[in-house]
């Protein structure tokens, strides 16, 4: 018998022990402020269960999911965990996409908060506040638009509202939020213009805790921190200031199988297109992972990996099961079928991979395959 380890094309590891350690430094960094953790998209693709669990035992107990089913999901998993009681409180999930019309009744039934994204999202809630009885307090939460332009109430909405406070005044409003658009860049000036314009919009509504960063936010300084912060990528190990050294521990490793060794000679071509020609005699090593993992196929004749210190190219195209290697100047005993090679770990991080795909850390993270077996580590 072999393991489904053993038969996998490829070993995702997932450090809880690093997300747990990354999520008490920025704990740690905006006290007293509050640090939340936002764990849309299965928590970047890593697992929404394992890592919401991992969270709230290192003391997280707020909670953003994009959808109100990954808040249905999150509420379940926290209970099954035996986390919906930790300090006597249970955990508070918000729902960023806002209140879809009609879906009221799962907001209350699962006690998730939406995040109230319009005055049409304000009113409705109101609405069912007042309709459900003094039972239900309805907390939620207020997104504003300060220059994102993609969610939340635009100037004229706002406007509307703080002229008409009262249609805030059927439920508790906890936090006012927003979300800052160049946060990674310290010095994009719309960093600073966007915390003029949210502390407009905080005086102009009835107070509230006020959230405005992401990761990338909470290293903008203090003055970004308020009453709570949001971060997702930087607890996954993606580098909150890109090109400055990366605080954060490094939580994926991904080891692709190889499959076959072959030596190919001058003018053989390698894969799909055969985009890639040999000048002379070469090693090549075809490694189980594909753009169907998530493996992108822009990283054709573009990306690395490594076989233990020794970095081979990527050659040739990505196909969908497939990558080729060129490992030439691998010790033999290191290449042969079932050894297993480095596409994300301590040499390559996900920003690096991310970097020769044309892409960022959050889309290599949430692209992660399916069909990975993943190890979840925990010390
Ligand atoms: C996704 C998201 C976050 C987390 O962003 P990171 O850059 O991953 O830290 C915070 N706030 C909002 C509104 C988001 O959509």
Redesign the pocket.
Known sequence: MTSEAERAGAILTIDLEAISANYRRLHDQVAPAECAG?V?ANA?GLGAEHVAITLAQAGCRTF?V?LIDEGVSLRRALEDHGQDNPGGHEPTIYV?NGLIKGTERVFAEHRLRP?LNSIGEIDAWAQFVRDAGPGQQGAAAV?VDTGMSR?GLPKIELSILSSAPSRLAGFRLTHV???LAC??EPDHPLNHAQLEAFAAARRSLPPAAG?L??????FLGRAFHMDMV???????G?A?VPNRPNPMKQVVRLQGKILQVREIDTHQTVGYGATHRAENRKKIATVAVGYADGYLRYLSNRGNAYIGEFRVPLVGRVSMDLTTFDVTDVPDHLVHPGAMIELIGDDITVDALAASAGTIG?EILTSLGARYHRVYRRR
Do not use: E, M, W
Request: aromatic share 12%; proline share 6%.
């Open positions: 936002v849309k970047y953003f994009a960023l995040v997104q969610l939020i927003s979300h946060a990674d959230s960063s992401n990761s990338s936010g909470i949001r971060p997702g990528s930087a607890l996954y993606v909150p959050y």
